[in-house]
């Protein structure tokens, strides 16, 4: 099992370099008259453990109609990856336990493969690094801790064989517009001709089935987008008291997306010594976490075309709640 940390190789950004960024994202974001902040940084250690929780959530539908797809079509998908040798790239390390049914198919194979996680958590990705060893021992993994892009990059440039890149569990749906077609056209222009992406999906349904997968009896999607308001404490020494927020999200029509924000219960100020400012908040005045977008099947393929990728196949649950698409760089 090998990890390697590319994150300042390959962004040539230090600690102190991120923490900079951070800074810049909170300020810009709490300074807008609509406040936000980038859902990227709902993923520290804290929030990907509490991520790997929601999976498991009863209401949480995605995690568990894309186990089904790979259950259902583990043979067909490891006969579309082709012929050896290949790198198995995971962006966003997850829990493994969607991987493990495709990479147990493809072990059985005797597919020629090293599995390669790439996450900006070095603990998700020695986490899942270790967990895979342990079910697969002699299992070739290459852990790398990285920004997805630059850490697929860096891989492209060390050898030849052919990557087949995972990008489960929704991902896709959390980038605005605009960011999502910018993420797709870099993402072609990390692969070579013939490498290929598999995208989870989630596709539009009924509203009520949408927003409970955000609302969990639990309170633990609550947890987890609270937890940003504690990295911002600890990162840049804020003093947001997380209790005086509320989790609240909602179907957005027009956006095709549910919304998840965080709602301030009463007017109070919160001072962030790192940016050297103080921030105002209104009662009932919300920051806006996360767009968890919806997608058609149509709209699905046209976003494929427009940024250079052939689509070789799609996979949908038994519901039609979701879909795993399997796209060529073309």
Do not use: K, M
């Given at each position: 099992m090998e990890s390697i940390p590319i994150q300042q190789q390959a962004e040539g950004e230090s600690k102190a370099a991120f923490l900079r960024r951070f800074a810049r994202d909170v300020r810009n974001g709490l300074s807008l008259p609509r406040k936000r902040l980038p859902c990227k940084y709902l993923y520290d250690d804290t929030g990907s453990r509490l991520f790997s929780q929601i999976m498991d959530l009863t209401e949480y539908y995605p995690a568990r109609c894309e186990l089904e797809i790979f259950q259902m079509h583990k043979a067909a998908l490891?006969?579309?990856f082709g012929g050896p040798p290949l790198n198995l790239v995971e962006l966003g390390a997850g829990d493994g336990t969607k991987t493990r049914v495709l990479i147990g198919q493809m072990r059985a194979r005797k597919t020629?493969?090293?599995?390669?996680?790439?996450d900006i958590s070095r603990a998700a990705v020695d986490c899942v690094s270790g967990r895979f060893s342990r079910w697969f021992p002699g299992l070739r993994t290459r852990g790398i801790t990285a920004d997805y892009l630059a850490g697929l990059k860096w891989l492209?440039?060390?050898?030849?064989?052919?990557?087949?890149?995972?990008?489960?569990?929704?991902?896709?749906?959390?980038f605005p517009a605009r960011d999502r077609e910018a993420f797709l056209r870099n993402l072609r222009q990390s692969l070579n001709t013939g490498d290929c992406v598999l995208i989870g999906f989630d596709l539009v349904k009924d509203i009520a089935v949408m927003t409970?997968?955000?609302?969990?009896a639990e309170g633990i999607t609550a947890a987890f987008n609270k937890n940003i308001l504690t990295r911002i404490n600890r990162e840049l020494e804020a003093d947001f008291d997380p209790g005086l927020?509320?989790?609240?999200?909602?179907?957005?029509a027009d956006?095709?997306?549910?919304?998840s924000y965080l709602v301030s219960t009463c007017a109070h100020q919160v001072h962030i010594r790192g940016l050297r400012r103080s921030f105002d908040f209104s009662a009932r005045e919300a920051i806006h976490t996360?767009?968890?977008?919806k997608f058609t099947r149509h709209?699905?393929?046209?976003?494929?075309?427009?940024?250079?990728?052939?689509?070789?196949?799609?996979?949908?649950?038994?519901?039609?709640?979701?879909?795993?698409c399997l796209w060529r760089a073309a």
């Open positions: 490891a006969d579309l020629d493969f090293t599995y390669v996680p790439i492209s440039g060390q050898n030849h064989c052919r990557n087949i890149v995972l990008f489960l569990g929704s991902s896709i749906g959390n409970r997968a955000y609302n969990d927020f509320r989790f609240y999200s909602t179907w957005d956006a095709r997306a549910v919304q996360e767009s968890s977008h709209q699905i393929r046209e976003l494929a075309a427009r940024n250079g990728f052939a689509v070789a196949a799609e996979f949908t649950d038994d519901a039609g709640y979701f879909t795993d």
